[in-house]
């Protein structure tokens, strides 16, 4: 099983400020299958990233992903109210698919 | 709009059964794999099963498998996640989701608002 190690466990920032989410998995995962979600209470989780890098449909350009090999970053250039979420990672590539534990921003 | 709807939630007693639902519109349905994730009281999301979009190979990891059985028929464009001996740990949020591709790794780009399974005596 890849486990999937997210840091840190809380960020806390204000809104306009640059959040930076890190994603380190127990072994090397292929980009294609890496992917990162929101999600607020009593909502629906969200895509926002899928292979890495590509933003899903609807999503704002400050979100960017980057990465490869076992470490994978979320990067918010600018933090919007809505902004404050938890945020997991996810591989795909083998199952048991897995997730991180997860990374609240908070304010 | 895409739209995946649970039902099917409750409190049942350890050792019960439960059948949880998800009816899917705004898709052909058919044509893409489904997935069920959960996410416990305080912790994180756990990936379930996946089933393609045909019905083929479904799979669960090692603390469901032999206890919780997906399936979906097409016709009802509604997807299904038999639950049976069910323990404490799995009183969860349950949610349905929904892939990119028709079989094979994909992402989750559509998500339903989840139901809750409570499990106690």
């Known amino acids: 099983e890849i486990v999937l190690t997210q840091s840190p466990g809380t960020l806390s920032l204000s809104p306009g400020e640059r959040a930076t989410l890190s994603c380190r998995a127990s072994?090397?995962?292929?980009?294609?299958?890496l992917a990162w979600y929101q999600h607020k209470p009593g909502q629906a989780p969200r895509l926002l990233m899928y292979?890495?890098?590509s933003r899903a449909t609807g999503i704002p350009d400050r979100f960017s992903g980057s990465g490869s090999g076992t470490d994978f970053t979320l990067t918010i250039s600018r933090l919007e109210p809505e902004d404050f979420a938890v945020y997991y990672c996810?591989?795909?590539?083998?199952?048991?698919?897995?997730f991180g534990q997860g990374t609240k921003v908070e304010i | 709009e895409v739209q995946l709807l649970e039902s099917g939630g409750g409190l049942v007693q350890p050792g019960g059964s439960l059948r949880l639902s998800c009816v899917v519109s705004?898709?052909?349905?058919?044509?893409?794999?489904m997935t069920w994730v959960r996410q416990a009281p305080g912790k994180g999301l756990e990936w379930l099963s996946t089933?393609?979009?045909?019905?083929?190979?479904?799979s669960y990891p090692d603390s469901v498998k032999g206890r919780f059985t997906i399936s979906r028929d097409n016709s009802k464009n509604t997807l299904y996640l038999q639950m049976n001996s069910l323990r404490a740990e799995d009183t969860a949020v349950y949610y349905c989701?929904?892939?990119?591709?028709?079989?094979?790794?994909?992402?989750?780009?559509?998500w339903g608002q989840g139901t809750l399974v409570t499990v106690s005596s």
């Open positions: 989701a929904k892939r990119i591709t028709t079989n094979g790794p994909s992402t989750l780009d559509r």
């Open positions: 705004g898709i052909t349905f058919k044509n893409y794999a």
């Open positions: 089933i393609g979009g045909g019905g083929c190979c479904a």
């Open positions: 072994q090397s995962v292929s980009s294609t299958y």
């Open positions: 292979s890495t890098s």
């Open positions: 996810q591989q795909y590539v083998v199952t048991p698919e897995t």
